[in-house]
C-alpha cells in the first residue's frame, strides 16, 4: 500500500519533470535561434558601419573639391575683374617691362 502510493505521488512528479524538461530543451532550441540571429545582426551591422565609413570619407573628399572649385572660381572671378579694369598697357609691366615702356613711348609722342 505505500509503494502504491509512493508510486500514485512519483506519477505527477514524472510528468511535471517531463514538462520541464521539455521547456528547457525549446528553450535551448530559441536560444540557439537567437543566438544566430544576433550572429548575422552583428554582422550586418559590421557592413554598415565599413559602408558609413566609405560615405564618410567620399563626403570629405567631395567637401574638399567643392572648396577647390570654389577657391578656383574666386581667383578666375578676381583675374576677370581685374582683366577688366585695365586699359591698354596697364597691367602689363608685370609681363613685359620692355613692353610697358614702349606702350608708354608712344603714349606720349601722339
Not at 579694369?85 to 613692353?99: A, P
Request: proline letters at 1%.
Amino acid at each position: 500500500h505505500d509503494l502504491e502510493n509512493e508510486m500514485n505521488t512519483l506519477i505527477p512528479l514524472r510528468r511535471q519533470l517531463e514538462t520541464y524538461k521539455q521547456r528547457a530543451t525549446d528553450a535551448e532550441v530559441k536560444c540557439a535561434e537567437y543566438q544566430e540571429e544576433l550572429t548575422k545582426v552583428k554582422e550586418e551591422s559590421g557592413f554598415l558601419v565599413g559602408v558609413k565609413e566609405e560615405l564618410r570619407m567620399k563626403e570629405v573628399k567631395i567637401e574638399a573639391e567643392n572648396e577647390m572649385y570654389h577657391m578656383r572660381m574666386l581667383e578666375e572671378a578676381k583675374v576677370a575683374d581685374d582683366v577688366k579694369g585695365l586699359g591698354v598697357g596697364e597691367g602689363i609691366s608685370e609681363l613685359n617691362t620692355e613692353l610697358k615702356q614702349e606702350i608708354l613711348k608712344l603714349r606720349n609722342e601722339n
